[in-house]
């Protein structure tokens, strides 16, 4: 078994709403240092396989 863990983020030049607002929070509750966020998802995959190979893709 394999675990292929992936993040998906946005484009550095796409606006990113959702994270102006988690920053916005973040200042509100008194992390002012924060200078930047960016939100995106995390994923895990759990593979049944025996070959790497098989999993893998380019």
């Keep these: ?7 998906i983020t946005l484009k ?4 990113d709403p959702q994270g102006l607002t988690i920053k916005g929070a973040l200042h509100t509750l008194g992390f ?6 960016r939100a995106g ?3 895990e ?3 049944e ?3 790497l190979t098989l999993c893998v893709q380019p």
Excluded: C, G, R
């Design 41 to 43: 998802k995390y994923i």
């Design 49 to 51: 396989e025996k070959d």
């Design 12 to 15: 550095p030049t796409v606006n």
């Design 32 to 37: 002012a240092s924060v200078q930047d966020v």
């Design 45 to 47: 995959l759990q593979i």
């Design 1 to 7: 078994m394999y675990l292929a863990k992936v993040y």
